[in-house]
């Protein structure tokens, strides 16, 4: 079979890939754990400085990549320079940190000298989704392969042009043959892989059924696991609000990567108070944003990844409406031959209605009206979910009370939900287990080993 790389924004195929035959699997797996001695032998100070030559691959070839992420799933150029960035800027985090994050620990007790070391645990298989492409891959990365694990990708189909990049990154940085491959397979031959005794531990970040499968086959095989799974996250407006800086973040919140982020603000909890000059002010903002060719600059929404994406929205909207939601702006795909949705708003959403309930991956916000802020903690709450969450207030003592009360892994003030390397990120409930990123992520595949001496 070949992984075809279609353009979202017009639907022509660029290129296809051809997926690893039986023996190029076999080679990239043997690769990885052949390396993997060598790799934990050396000193993190190497390990870092090669992290640190990846950044510098990454700023030097940032237009190219930006450009390749764009035309393979749609994100508007601007917002794909600045993945790049991130990345860069990942990759020095860690370089920075990770000798102090793995530095031997002493621990006084009954020994004479007692310690906790941080030791890798060999191959990591990371699965990954196509909405950030290369995010996604160097966040675990990074931290992974400083820490002395080697690295196997198994990307998103839909991104095999990414997917292929991200090995070449590593390899013009001078990481050692096998440090990190990225396996041209299907979704079918991940099971295979992780039950492979080659791997010792899978992270995937993406649909929750998927992140089922991996749990039970990492499961079955006593391996270490990380889930990242989707979002519906919470953002609660409470009649003391500064609206014009909370819907101004709310579009970026929303509509930022076309709405397709684990992370983004997907309800919107309003107390009724403000909730009229909330959506006015929000609709105003929603019906400014320019769709278009993704690689112009100007372009703040492009067209989603896949038109089976889109389609899958549209009928979660349209089941919503026959629900009993009310459409503010939007509601509909555009026409053309893009996977283009508008920029959509649904208003009266309640409990009993789709976008109440599920996760709508795209752009599409849903506004759920509550009395008060007792009610908009138990409906923020209401949810399988549990990866992110806001609270706007101008009392922030206030809205740290709040934060602190909503299920989630992130929960944020005045602010958008957004990963940074220096601070711990994942969820809870059905959003997954484990951390990524700052010293959690670092320590989530590495074993911490007590050694006491008399």
């Given at each position: 079979m070949d992984f075809k790389s279609v353009n979202p924004a017009n639907g022509e195929l660029m290129t296809a890939v051809a997926a690893f035959t039986a023996g190029e699997l076999e080679s990239a797996l043997q690769q990885a754990a052949q390396a993997a001695p060598y790799w934990r032998e050396q000193a993190v100070e190497e390990r870092c400085r090669l992290m640190r030559q990846a950044a510098k691959v990454l700023r030097a070839?940032?237009?190219?990549?930006?450009?390749?992420?764009?035309?393979?799933?749609?994100?508007?150029?601007?917002?794909?320079?600045?993945?790049?960035?991130?990345?860069?800027?990942?990759?020095?985090?860690?370089?920075?940190?990770?000798?102090?994050?793995?530095?031997?620990?002493?621990?006084?007790?009954?020994?004479?000298?007692?310690?906790?070391?941080?030791?890798?645990?060999?191959?990591?298989?990371?699965?990954?989704?196509?909405?950030?492409?290369?995010?996604?891959?160097?966040?675990?990365?990074?931290?992974?392969?400083?820490?002395?694990?080697?690295?196997?990708?198994?990307?998103?189909?839909n991104v095999p042009q990414c997917a292929q990049a991200v090995e070449s990154v590593f390899v013009e940085a001078g990481f050692p043959a096998g440090v990190f491959r990225t396996l041209m397979i299907p979704s079918s031959q991940v099971e295979a892989v992780i039950q492979d005794p080659r791997v010792q531990a899978v992270t995937l970040t993406g649909s929750e059924p998927a992140g089922r499968q991996v749990a039970a086959t990492a499961g079955a095989q006593i391996k270490k696991s990380l889930l990242e799974l989707g979002g519906s996250d919470p953002f609660i407006v409470l009649e003391d609000a500064d609206l014009d800086w909370t819907v101004a973040q709310a579009l970026l919140s929303r509509f930022m990567n076309t709405g397709q982020s684990c992370i983004a603000a997907k309800r919107?909890?309003?107390?009724?108070?403000?909730?009229?000059?909330?959506?006015?002010?929000?609709?105003?903002?929603?019906?400014?944003?320019?769709?278009?060719?993704?690689?112009?600059?100007?372009?703040?929404?492009?067209?989603?990844?896949?038109?089976?994406?889109?389609?899958?929205?549209?009928?979660?909207?349209?089941?919503?409406?026959?629900?009993?939601?009310?459409?503010?702006?939007?509601?509909?795909?555009?026409?053309?031959?893009?996977?283009?949705?508008?920029?959509?708003?649904?208003?009266?959403?309640?409990?009993?209605?789709?976008?109440?309930?599920?996760?709508?991956?795209?752009?599409?916000?849903?506004?759920?009206?509550?009395?008060?802020?007792?009610?908009?903690?138990?409906?923020?709450?209401?949810?399988?979910?549990?990866?992110?969450?806001?609270?706007?207030?101008?009392?922030?003592?206030?809205?740290e009370r709040i934060a602190r009360q909503l299920q989630c892994g992130c929960a944020f003030v005045n602010g958008m939900v957004k990963s940074d390397p220096r601070l711990p990120f994942g969820g809870i409930k059905h959003s997954g287990y484990g951390r990524e990123l700052s010293k959690q992520g670092i320590h989530e595949f590495v074993n911490a080993k007590t050694i006491w001496i008399r």
């Amino acid at each position: 079979m070949d992984f075809k790389s279609v353009n979202p924004a017009n639907g022509e195929l660029m290129t296809a890939v051809a997926a690893f035959t039986a023996g190029e699997l076999e080679s990239a797996l043997q690769q990885a754990a052949q390396a993997a001695p060598y790799w934990r032998e050396q000193a993190v100070e190497e390990r870092c400085r090669l992290m640190r030559q990846a950044a510098k691959v990454l700023r030097a070839r940032a237009e190219e990549l930006a450009r390749m992420m764009t035309l393979e799933m749609g994100k508007p150029i601007s917002e794909a320079r600045a993945e790049i960035e991130k990345c860069a800027l990942g990759c020095e985090y860690y370089a920075a940190a990770g000798p102090a994050f793995l530095a031997d620990e002493e621990v006084g007790s009954d020994a004479g000298r007692s310690l906790v070391t941080y030791q890798p645990l060999g191959t990591v298989l990371a699965v990954m989704p196509w909405n950030f492409p290369f995010w996604q891959v160097f966040r675990f990365a990074a931290p992974a392969l400083i820490a002395g694990n080697t690295g196997l990708l198994k990307h998103a189909s839909n991104v095999p042009q990414c997917a292929q990049a991200v090995e070449s990154v590593f390899v013009e940085a001078g990481f050692p043959a096998g440090v990190f491959r990225t396996l041209m397979i299907p979704s079918s031959q991940v099971e295979a892989v992780i039950q492979d005794p080659r791997v010792q531990a899978v992270t995937l970040t993406g649909s929750e059924p998927a992140g089922r499968q991996v749990a039970a086959t990492a499961g079955a095989q006593i391996k270490k696991s990380l889930l990242e799974l989707g979002g519906s996250d919470p953002f609660i407006v409470l009649e003391d609000a500064d609206l014009d800086w909370t819907v101004a973040q709310a579009l970026l919140s929303r509509f930022m990567n076309t709405g397709q982020s684990c992370i983004a603000a997907k309800r919107f909890i309003v107390v009724e108070a403000v909730a009229e000059a909330f959506i006015a002010r929000f609709k105003v903002a929603v019906e400014a944003l320019r769709s278009g060719d993704p690689l112009d600059d100007a372009t703040q929404l492009g067209p989603m990844a896949r038109f089976d994406l889109r389609d899958e929205l549209h009928q979660q909207v349209v089941e919503s409406l026959s629900q009993g939601a009310v459409a503010v702006t939007g509601c509909n795909h555009e026409g053309g031959s893009g996977a283009y949705y508008q920029a959509s708003i649904l208003d009266h959403v309640k409990a009993g209605v789709c976008a109440y309930s599920e996760e709508l991956f795209g752009p599409v916000a849903s506004i759920i009206r509550v009395a008060d802020e007792d009610e908009a903690l138990r409906v923020a709450n209401d949810t399988d979910f549990g990866l992110g969450g806001s609270v706007w207030t101008q009392d922030t003592a206030r809205g740290e009370r709040i934060a602190r009360q909503l299920q989630c892994g992130c929960a944020f003030v005045n602010g958008m939900v957004k990963s940074d390397p220096r601070l711990p990120f994942g969820g809870i409930k059905h959003s997954g287990y484990g951390r990524e990123l700052s010293k959690q992520g670092i320590h989530e595949f590495v074993n911490a080993k007590t050694i006491w001496i008399r």
